[in-house]
């Protein structure tokens, strides 16, 4: 999100397509930003494009939202971001990825700020995903359960383990609210 305020915001998408045809294929790419009513508030069609059989191509776009709704801590609004797939007119394949509009910045002057406005009051905790008798085999509802806590306890930054985290847990803390700081994986080296 290369740009973000009130009135507009740039959401920057990569779509990367495989022609797993036998055959050279005319391929385009629609985009569609919907947001939690299932308005379409921003949409783009890229133009069909020759993709060699066997190869693949990444397609990007600067899509601009007009008076979006932005995610914050205390407002974690998400958009559906569904990315429909062409090849010669017809659709193919289609992905929805949840996304929440927001620019994050970490200026020395003034710690964290979230679309542009300082972050004052940051609590956060450190989490492994390691259960009592059943170790990392945690169900999704216990997984969301966990962020479902943390953020009634007024904790909105969670720290997590050297190991990738559960993306239920991480749908849930960008649902509620909740920043995640991941470590990168394998600090055993």
């Known amino acids: 999100y290369p740009n973000v305020s009130a009135d507009s915001a740039d959401v920057y998408v990569k779509t990367h397509v495989r022609n797993d045809y036998g055959a050279d294929k005319s391929v385009s790419l629609k985009t569609e930003i919907i947001d939690a009513d299932g308005i379409v508030v921003a949409?783009?069609?890229i133009p069909a494009q020759n993709i060699s059989a066997g190869s693949d191509h990444s397609f990007e776009q600067t899509i601009t939202v007009s008076e979006p709704k932005l995610w914050d801590l205390d407002d974690p609004y998400l958009h559906d971001l569904v990315s429909t797939v062409y090849v010669d007119g017809m659709p193919v394949d289609t992905v929805t990825?949840?996304?929440g509009i927001r620019k994050i910045e970490m200026p020395r002057d003034y710690g964290l700020k979230i679309n542009g406005v300082v972050q004052d009051m940051l609590n956060?905790?450190?989490?492994?995903q390691e259960y009592a008798y059943?170790?990392?085999a945690a169900s999704d509802s216990l997984q969301r359960k966990?962020?479902?806590?943390f953020k009634e306890a007024g904790i909105n930054v969670v720290?997590?383990?050297?190991?990738?985290?559960s993306p239920e847990f991480l749908d849930a803390c960008d649902e509620l609210?909740?920043?995640?700081i991941e470590p990168t994986p394998g600090w055993q080296w």
Do not use: C, F, Q, W
Not at 146 to 149: Q, S
Not at 159 to 165: E, G, L, N, Q
Not at 177 to 180: K, R
């Open 124 to 128: 956060g905790v450190n989490r492994h």
């Open 159 to 165: 720290r997590t383990a050297h190991y990738p985290a």
């Open 43 to 45: 949409s783009e069609t």
């Open 134 to 136: 059943i170790g990392y």
């Open 177 to 180: 609210g909740i920043l995640i």
């Open 146 to 149: 966990d962020a479902m806590k």
């Open 97 to 99: 990825t949840r996304i």
